[in-house]
């Protein structure tokens, strides 16, 4: 499976300021997707980032708010924008992971960043 | 209704037993079901999927499939301490013939194994 990295791992960010998280794959993947997960939930995904397209969003989740880059297939950021104690969450990149006859392809999980908003 | 609905848990069970984790799904389009391990201040590991009806083993675990009922489970034989953790069931919807689903998740069962 793929190697996938986050920064940051963690962050501390006062209220009404903005955050950009990394997501780095250590080979070529098509599909990334964002996800949040807050305290003592599920995940809940955000979007859907293409190399080359604007990012899919999810009912309740708006580009302004969450907007993403992918400017390459191995690479993508999303930021959480004016942040308030909500947006506190594990913030995970994930990346479905192709394989030469697969039709139904597995996503795979990077570490998460873990924010917490004052 | 939740599109993915986990059994209640937390679920306990003595090392060496049988632990059975469900999961129900609303959307028969659903294609593709995956098992999420995640354990706690940690991100999810896929330990496994299954997309025909049917069962699927992998050592200890087995994952079973009735797309009819909407229903797939996860059974762990001889249970270990070690996997004590939160179990989450994802879904995917293949979006038209495309190579890749959106995954909605179910609730988490959390599973605690003791000795």
């Known amino acids: 499976s793929a190697v996938i990295s986050q920064k940051p791992s963690r962050d501390i960010c006062q209220r009404g300021t903005s955050l950009t998280i990394q997501c780095q794959v250590d080979?070529?993947?098509?599909?990334m997707f964002w996800y949040r997960q807050q305290p003592g939930q599920s995940l809940t995904l955000i979007a859907t980032a293409n190399q080359g397209s604007e990012a899919t969003y999810e009912s309740g989740f708006v580009i302004d708010k969450f907007p993403i880059s992918r400017p390459n297939l191995t690479f993508s950021t999303l930021t959480v924008s004016n942040m308030s104690p909500e947006d506190s969450s594990i913030y995970l990149c994930s990346v479905e992971d192709p394989q030469v006859g697969r039709i139904y392809n597995e996503q795979f999980f990077g570490p998460g960043t873990r924010l917490t908003v004052l | 209704q939740k599109e993915v609905e986990q059994n209640s848990g937390p679920l306990s069970v003595p090392e060496g037993a049988i632990a059975s984790l469900n999961c129900t799904y609303s959307?028969?389009?659903?294609?593709?079901f995956f098992w999420y391990r995640q354990y706690s201040g940690k991100s999810p590991e896929l330990i496994m999927f299954i997309y025909s009806n049917g069962d699927k083993e992998d050592g200890r675990f087995t994952a079973q499939l009735n797309k009819a009922s909407q229903y797939v489970s996860l059974l762990i034989r001889d249970s270990q301490p070690s996997d004590s953790a939160t179990y989450l069931c994802a879904v995917s919807a293949n979006a038209g013939g495309t190579s890749y689903g959106k995954l909605t998740f179910g609730q988490g069962t959390i599973l605690t194994v003791h000795p």
């Open positions: 080979s070529q993947v098509t599909m």
């Open positions: 959307d028969r389009g659903s294609q593709s």
